[in-house]
Nanobody, 121 residues
Framework: QVQLVESGGGLVQPGGSLRLSCAAS????????MGWYQQTPGKQRELVAV???????DYADSVKGRFTISRDNAKNTVYLQMNSLKAEDTAVYYC???????????????WGQGTQVTVSS
């Protein structure tokens, strides 16, 4: 069983910064991919950024150059540094991991509880 705990959301002014954190815990054998998705009311959950175990990254076009995803493999933690925030970034941000539990043949996706990011003056 893999569990995710998110933190770092809040209210910021346009142009401000936030850093989201997500720590994975449980009986984890390995983590293949970690990432962040965002969701606003009435819309589907959309990719923000992902990072592989090798450190390769991918970003939504809307956040390229402003957001940076990173991970600490020793702590099973993924981060999202969000700079130059815009009102359009306002959403609930969900952490996810693709991880293989100890004793399992397969890897599974697990979602965090979500953390609210509000960008407003």
């Amino acid at each position: 069983q893999v569990q995710l705990v998110e933190s770092g959301g809040g209210l910021v002014q346009p142009g401000g910064s936030l850093r989201l954190s997500c720590a994975a815990s449980g009986s984890i054998l390995s983590i293949n991919v970690m990432g962040w998705y965002q969701q606003t009311p009435g819309k589907q959950r959309e990719l923000v950024a992902v990072i592989t175990s090798r450190g390769s990254t991918d970003y939504a076009d809307s956040v390229k150059g402003r957001f940076t995803i990173s991970r600490d493999n020793a702590k099973n933690t993924v981060y999202l540094q969000m700079n130059s925030l815009k009102a359009e970034d306002t959403a609930v941000y969900y952490c996810y991991v693709n991880a293989r539990p100890i004793g399992s043949t397969f890897a599974y996706n697990t979602w965090g509880q979500g953390t609210q990011v509000t960008v407003s003056s």
